[in-house]
């Protein structure tokens, strides 16, 4: 009997049966049983007593809590001492564990070492009600020659080398505060996957959130052969200040992004498996959503730039292309 444990969401449990040490009723929000071992002390489990399948999160003990009861069309219901349990997996069961981790439990940390990103059998992207999203979902933020197309569940976006700064990008409404918006990315691929060779130092992409009415910009971007910065932009063309830059990482894997706006503050997340987030430090990655721009962000998306520093020219390649996958807007 094993838990296997990809990341905080859902979990999938083999071959834990037990009985129930007392009986619960209808509208019981905990479960006794004789043996807890082998469940999750936190996290979503589910669980099948009768006919009845149960949604757990975490437990104490030998005591389950329950999150949902009569769950997936079953009927909540009153059960007895010595009643069988059982750990199940459930359609939903999947289905949630799917969405949740995105394809990376099923990446391999070896295959990164080399270069190459393992491929993820779940790229889609999606909205915060788990609708898919493709560009024709997004609305451009200063285009101009840049292209963007679905690809595999994600999006490719190709902008041509240019001498300056000029930030093109797709973005979306936002849900009402509290949300996050998550993507998985990469930046200068290896030959024979996704996206382009290694550009000039000026090159980046990743996260933005942008103020409809004032055109002002954030963005959480991974900058080839710098670091990870979070920036504010006047609009796409004019840089203004950073927040936070400077945050080396490992540019041969793929990269998770991640920015959260919890209603007072804009914060900056990065990961490399998509379950194990990193901000550094308090002061890092963060700023009150309307020291910038006056009301906070009401639209977020994703966008590439391949302009180079204080206007020099470009010194890429004549295309620059980036792989987005996994964007995922959720409403907390």
Same mark, same amino acid.
């Given at each position: 009997m094993t838990v296997t444990q990809y990341g905080h969401h859902e979990y999938l449990i083999n071959n834990w049966v037990d009985a129930?040490?007392?009986? $619960?009723?209808?509208?019981?929000?905990? $479960?006794?049983?004789?043996?807890?071992?082998?469940?999750?002390?936190?996290?979503? +489990?589910?669980?099948?007593? @009768?006919?009845?399948?149960?949604?757990?999160?975490?437990?104490?003990?030998?005591?389950?809590s329950v999150a949902a009861r009569g769950i997936e069309g079953t009927t909540a219901?009153?059960?007895?001492?010595?009643?069988?349990?059982?750990?199940m997996l459930t359609r939903d069961g999947l289905s949630q564990f799917l969405l949740d981790h995105r394809g990376t439990p099923f990446?391999?940390?070896?295959?990164?070492?080399?270069?190459?990103?393992?491929?993820?059998?779940?790229?889609?992207?999606?909205?915060?009600? /788990?609708g898919v999203l493709t560009v024709s979902s997004f609305s451009w933020v200063n285009?101009?020659?840049?292209?963007?197309?679905?690809?595999?569940?994600?999006?490719?976006?190709? $902008?041509?080398?240019?001498?300056? +700064?000029?930030?093109?990008?797709?973005?979306?409404?936002?849900?009402?505060?509290?949300?996050?918006?998550?993507?998985?990315?990469?930046?200068?691929?290896?030959?024979?996957?996704? @996206?382009?060779?290694?550009?000039?130092?000026?090159?980046?992409?990743?996260?933005?959130?942008?103020?409809?009415?004032? @055109?002002?910009?954030?963005?959480?971007?991974?900058?080839?052969?710098?670091?990870?910065?979070?920036?504010?932009?006047? /609009?796409?063309?004019?840089?203004?200040?950073?927040?936070?830059?400077?945050?080396? +990482?490992?540019?041969?894997?793929?990269?998770?992004?991640r920015i959260e706006d919890d209603g007072t503050d804009l914060k900056g997340f990065f990961s490399y498996d998509g379950s194990n987030w990193t901000q550094d430090g308090s002061a890092w990655w963060q700023q009150s959503r309307t020291a910038f721009m006056a009301s906070g962000p009401n639209q977020v998306g994703i966008y590439l730039n391949s302009g180079a520093n204080s206007g020099s020219s470009g010194t890429g390649p004549a295309v620059c292309t980036v792989s987005f996958e996994n964007f995922r807007l959720e409403a907390q």
């Open positions: 129930l040490s007392a009986g $619960i009723t209808a509208g019981s929000t905990s $479960i006794s049983v004789n043996s807890a071992t082998g469940l999750p002390t936190i996290g979503y +489990f589910r669980v099948k007593i @009768g006919t009845e399948l149960i949604l757990c999160n975490g437990r104490s003990g030998t005591t389950l219901a009153a059960h007895s001492l010595d009643d069988p349990i059982s750990a990446s391999l940390e070896s295959s990164w070492a080399d270069g190459h990103g393992p491929p993820a059998p779940l790229n889609r992207c999606l909205d915060d009600s /788990n285009q101009g020659s840049a292209t963007a197309t679905d690809s595999n569940g994600g999006i490719v976006m190709t $902008i041509p080398d240019e001498a300056n +700064f000029n930030l093109r990008g797709l973005v979306l409404s936002a849900p009402p505060t509290p949300w996050q918006a998550t993507v998985r990315m990469r930046l200068g691929v290896a030959p024979g996957e996704k @996206g382009s060779t290694p550009w000039n130092t000026s090159t980046h992409a990743g996260l933005w959130v942008r103020e409809s009415s004032t @055109g002002k910009l954030t963005s959480l971007s991974a900058r080839h052969y710098q670091a990870l910065a979070m920036w504010n932009w006047t /609009n796409p063309t004019t840089y203004s200040a950073a927040v936070d830059t400077n945050l080396q +990482f490992d540019e041969a894997r793929w990269l998770w992004l």
